[in-house]
C-alpha cells in the first residue's frame, strides 16, 4: 500500500519506503476509446519466448501482443476460412501470406523498443492487431470502461522513482517519472490533447 495512516492522518506518497507499492493508472478521454492500451514501467526484462494468439470469428485474440525483442508470436488460425497476416506500419513491409483454417504463421519481434507495429488480414480488412516490442516484465494492458471514457490499470510490486509509459494507438507515448506525489500527463492524438492520464500510489 502507498498509504498510510496514523492517529487518523492520513499520509500519502511514501511509496518508495516500502518493499513495493501498487502503482495506478488512470486515463480519462475524450471521444472513442481506444481497443487497447499498455502501460509498463522500466524494470526487469521478460524472457524471449513464443507468443500464442488466434484468428477467431474475423478477429485476432486477443489485439495486443507485447513481449521483448526476439520474441515469435505465432498466429493460429481459428477460424474455418483463410486468413492472412501483413504490415506496412511502422516502416516495414511484410506479409506472412496465408493461413488456411488450422495452421499458424509466425513473426519475430524485430522491431525497437517501445513499438508497437499494427497488422492486419488482406482478406478481411476490418482485423487489426498490435505487436509491441517491450522488454520490461512490469507492464499491465488498460482497462477499459465506456460508459465513464476511462482506462485503468494497476501494477503490484512497484518502488519509485518509477519511470511509467502509456502506450495507446496512434497517441503520441507518454512518459512520466513517478516519485512521491502523483502526476498527470496530457494524451495527444494527432496534435490535440484528448485526455489526461494520472499516475500514482494505491
Known amino acids: 500500500m502507498g498509504i498510510l495512516r496514523f492517529s487518523g492522518i492520513l499520509f500519502l506518497g511514501w511509496a518508495n519506503l516500502l518493499p513495493g507499492a501498487e502503482l495506478t493508472v488512470d486515463l480519462q478521454l475524450e471521444g472513442k476509446l481506444p481497443a487497447v492500451g499498455l502501460i509498463w514501467v522500466d524494470g526487469p526484462p521478460a524472457p524471449v519466448q ?15 501482443v507485447v513481449g521483448p525483442q526476439g520474441s515469435t508470436v505465432i498466429v493460429d488460425n481459428a477460424d474455418n476460412q483463410t486468413h492472412n497476416v501483413f504490415t506496412t ?3 516495414l513491409d511484410v506479409d506472412l501470406g496465408l493461413a488456411p483454417p488450422q495452421q499458424s504463421v509466425r513473426q519475430q519481434i524485430t522491431w525497437g523498443e517501445g513499438t508497437f507495429v499494427r497488422f492486419g488480414c488482406k482478406i478481411h480488412p476490418d482485423m487489426q492487431l498490435w505487436i509491441g516490442s517491450v522488454a520490461s516484465r512490469l507492464r499491465a494492458e488498460v482497462a ?10 494497476v501494477l503490484a510490486g512497484i518502488t519509485a522513482p518509477a519511470v511509467v509509459h502509456v502506450w495507446l494507438p496512434r497517441y503520441e507515448p507518454l512518459t512520466l517519472t513517478l516519485q512521491e506525489a502523483a502526476l498527470s500527463g496530457d494524451l495527444v492524438l494527432r496534435g490535440n490533447k484528448r485526455g489526461t492520464a494520472t499516475v500514482g500510489w494505491k
Open 50 to 64: 513464443d507468443l500464442h494468439l488466434t484468428q477467431k470469428n474475423r478477429t485476432f485474440i486477443p489485439g495486443l
Open 89 to 91: 506500419d511502422a516502416g
Open 144 to 153: 477499459w470502461d465506456a460508459a465513464r471514457h476511462r482506462g485503468t490499470a
